[in-house]
């Protein structure tokens, strides 16, 4: 052990100052992208926490999804009023658009999550979730409901509800014959009410009171909306009126202000630009009710809102009185001994979810007035199982209490280190070597370590269900004594290494694999060679590495040693597979073997500026299908739109595939292609697309085959989407198909884009997955466009334009709005069919 102690330099004195200014734009410091906040003196924002450790009151806050939240109302009932505020976002975002990137999917979802929790370190809430997957737009709560497995979902906000124990519950969207626009939104209010009715019954969910949890029983749950929005009529409740206007009682912000900047965080959806504004005049809203008691005059109405709530807490608020009364903000060290006072009673009281986080709480707050804080760096952001670790520990005090530091525990390993230092205005720093057990997983986000159904993920450890992201990989407790008390202050290792931006210390393995595509097409009984690219995470990695094989399928040879001799080195290995006689699908998993020990990881980064670096470790998995097809043609150009995994799959059906520009559609350029395809909601996101639109139309003329994916009808660069008027102007909802079962009628069975090269059959249209297509064209030029199938939601009439060829001159124009981007990297075998037979047109 080695202890340094020193003077605080410059640097260690500007950190302090960040760690301990305005509570909820602290975290903006260690973790990029939460925007500018306005500062206020440290003491200013102590004595704002004291008044919410006072404060007994809980809300939470209930939707369907990243960005549907009111931040607002957080920041107000946060930072304005004090409460315990959280929002409960039934999903992650997973199926929705990326308008910054090319995440989709889970990946997706880990971004969405992220941005969330910037939002909540400005507005001041806390984060949950539930294990429902976001699987894309739908019309009906009876859809999504089905679709999620509702009482799972319903026994994750049951969960959440006896977890966080709210005194009401505000959900943003209302439930029938209300509308939410999207039947996400209806069914998350839907569940919200469900489970206040349940979750203070014992009977119900009893295996969760087995883990720990008991019954609580919120006061109402409201709806914020109606009186004459939308569904208002509908709710048939009482309301109250609320301003949640105002400003920051720190920063002297509106909350306007904070919750434009909180609204910024979600970039992935295209908010980036929102905020920042917002005045401090009154923002009155309405607060139906949908079940419980009544309010009248107040959303908290019959809500007790001080310690004497709590049984022997009567003492604790007047000692919180005396303390705010007395608070120096130029000497909040003189308030310690309150602290420590008020600290004792809290200890004898019963450990319950209330009070366990005042009690979190109240040791940060007597840290802020001691000036002490916590550091624990490591020169490495990722670590190896087995490996030894090096930690640099380091506790500052800056101001003149006596602080004994007592010692370093390592929960993990069940250790703990004495350090026997006393703090007196200064800094210690206790170095430290810890070994990682052997047996540590790879890090990955909890609802991503195993394989979950359709529309919900799966969590093994249930414990973990509901909080926004992974505890600590490697969890370190300081130990401190003071005043005859001992203070436990939880952290864990960070590295600057990567830049200089802040990274949590990671679980890796020693290699990470790699299929070069997320799709291999078979012909039945051909065989192909694939290749797994192997990359050392460490120096000196050996092993063997083989493929799993789904049953029928056949792989040469068995298995294929590796060496590497440094970190970053890669190498390709090489096996046959072969597939079975008859049309088959599955997953091959690539295995490695290292010193006893297997491996099957990817290495995935998501990196944006506003959020912290989040590392993916997915196994290395390789979608395989055997089905008959043809192509005709051989290069393709691809114009990028919003991000997809096109090249790969035009790879994949035998292509060359030239990645193109707008400047590139010239007739130099497009020479030799035998079709052109524009990337999804092109339209929306290139600059460079719609000045150079004659060029293409002029390249169709000539003979060329053109293939536009779908466009969103908001933010169009160019109404001009063909060479001949076609329009998603207006489109609703209605133009969408998002049962992606339902049965397909082929409007122009004779066509060669449903019969050359491949003879295009009802089945072509089975195993898609999320959604036929969205954003259908609501109108076209009849004379020249040739709509070739119709579908429909249960329910609906049908739509014809989600696949609407246009011949122009000797060439031909395609605008579909059909998912192919979301079908070709799931390996949907008629959806490969038929975009060959759409890339084959004139051919």
């Known amino acids: 052990m080695e202890i340094n102690t020193s003077l605080p330099g410059r640097n260690r004195c500007a950190r302090w100052f960040r760690q301990f200014a305005v509570a909820g734009s602290c975290l903006l410091v260690c973790w990029p992208g939460g925007g500018r906040a306005a500062e206020a003196p440290p003491g200013a924002a102590i004595l704002q926490d004291l008044r919410s450790f006072r404060t007994m009151g809980t809300v939470l806050h209930l939707a369907a999804h990243p960005d549907d939240e009111n931040t607002q109302l957080i920041t107000y009932l946060a930072r304005g009023r004090g409460y315990r505020t959280a929002y409960l976002s039934i999903t992650r975002g997973d199926g929705g658009q990326n308008e910054i990137g090319p995440e989709f999917d889970e990946k997706l979802g880990v971004a969405r999550t992220q941005e969330l929790m910037a939002a909540r370190r400005l507005d001041g809430g806390r984060q949950f979730f539930t294990r429902a997957i976001d699987f894309g737009f739908s019309k009906t709560p009876e859809e999504t409901l089905r679709f999620w497995d509702r009482e799972q979902v319903l026994a994750d906000v049951v969960r959440v509800i006896r977890t966080f124990r709210p005194d009401v519950i505000v959900t943003r969207f209302p439930v029938p014959p209300g509308s939410g626009g999207h039947g996400h939104h209806t069914a998350s209010a839907i569940l919200a009410v469900e489970a206040f009715k349940v979750c203070g019954d014992a009977n119900a969910f009893p295996e969760q009171l087995a883990e720990g949890l008991k019954p609580w029983q919120p006061k109402r749950v409201l709806w914020n909306g109606g009186g004459g929005g939308r569904g208002g009529a509908a709710a048939g409740g009482s309301t109250v009126r609320v301003d949640i206007g105002g400003n920051d009682p720190v920063t002297g912000e509106s909350f306007g202000a904070i919750a434009g900047r909180s609204r910024a965080m979600h970039k992935t959806q295209g908010f980036g630009n929102f905020g920042g504004g917002g005045g401090s005049g009154a923002n009155m809203q309405t607060f139906t009710l949908l079940a419980g008691e009544p309010a009248t005059n107040d959303l908290m109405d019959g809500v007790e809102l001080t310690w004497s709530r709590v049984a022997g807490g009567a003492e604790i608020g007047k000692l919180a009185d005396e303390a705010i009364a007395n608070f120096k903000p130029d000497d909040a060290a003189a308030s310690v001994p309150a602290l420590l006072a008020i600290r004792a009673k809290l200890a004898v009281l019963s450990s319950e979810p209330l009070i366990d986080d005042k009690r979190k709480q109240l040791d940060s707050i007597l840290k802020k007035c001691l000036g002490l804080s916590v550091e624990t760096t490591t020169p490495n952001p990722e670590v190896a199982p087995g490996e030894t670790v090096k930690l640099s520990h380091t506790a500052t005090l800056r101001s003149s209490v006596p602080v004994r530091w007592a010692a370093v525990r390592y929960p993990d390993l069940k250790r703990e280190v004495p350090a026997a230092v006393t703090l007196r205005s200064n800094e210690a720093t206790h170095v430290a070597s810890q070994t990682i057990p052997v047996n540590a997983s790879p890090t990955q986000p909890y609802w991503l370590r195993a394989e979950g159904a359709a529309g919900i993920f799966r969590v093994d450890d249930p414990k973990l269900i509901g909080r926004p992201e992974n505890p600590p990989a490697f969890p370190v407790e300081f130990v401190f004594e003071v005043g005859g008390q ?44 694939i290749e797994v690219e192997v990359t050392a995470a460490r120096a000196a990695v050996d092993g063997t590495l083989r493929l799993q094989v789904p049953a029928e399928w056949n792989i040469s040879p068995a298995q294929q040693p590796f060496k590497l001799s440094k970190s970053g080195e890669k190498t390709k290995v090489a096996f046959t597979v072969t597939a079975p006689a008859k049309a088959a699908s599955g997953s091959i998993v690539a295995v490695a073997e290292i010193g006893g020990t297997r491996f099957s990881n990817q290495r995935l980064e998501i ?176 004379e020249h466009y040739i709509p070739l199938l119709a579908m429909s939601d249960p329910g609906e009439a049908p739509l014809k334009s989600s696949v609407l060829v246009a011949q122009h001159g000797k060439g031909y124009f395609v605008y579909t709005g059909l998912a192919f981007f979301r079908q070709l990297p799931a390996g949907v075998p008629g959806a490969y069919r038929l975009f060959a037979n759409l890339l084959s047109l004139g051919k």
Do not use: C
């Open 607 to 782: 990196r944006y500026d506003h959020i912290p670096v989040q590392l993916l470790q997915p196994p290395a998995k390789l979608k395989v299908a055997a089905f008959d097809f043809a192509t005709r043609g051989k290069a393709v150009g691809y114009l990028p739109g919003a991000g997809d995994d096109t090249v790969s799959s035009l790879q994949q059906l035998g292509y060359t595939v030239m990645t193109l520009t707008g400047a590139d559609l010239t007739p130099e350029k497009l020479r030799g292609l035998d079709a052109v395809v524009i990337g999804v909601r092109a339209f929306n996101e290139r600059t460079d697309l719609a000045a150079n639109l004659p060029e293409l139309f002029s390249y169709i003329e000539n003979g060329g085959t053109v293939i536009v994916q779908y466009n969103r009808p908001t933010g169009l660069r160019t109404q001009r989407l063909g060479p001949y008027p076609l329009s998603i102007a207006g489109n609703a909802p209605q133009w969408r198909v998002t049962d992606e079962t339902v049965p397909v009628t082929f409007l122009a069975p004779e066509h060669a884009a449903l019969t050359t090269p491949n003879k295009i059959v009802p089945a072509d249209f089975d195993g898609w997955v999320q959604e036929r297509g969205a954003y259908f064209p609501s109108s076209w030029d009849a």
């Open 486 to 529: 001992t203070l436990s202050v939880a952290d864990e290792p960070v590295s600057t290494a990567d830049g200089g931006k802040p990274r949590k210390l990671a679980v890796v393995a020693p290699v990470a694999l790699h299929f070069g595509s997320a799709v291999a097409l078979f012909k039945p009984g051909a065989g192909r060679s």
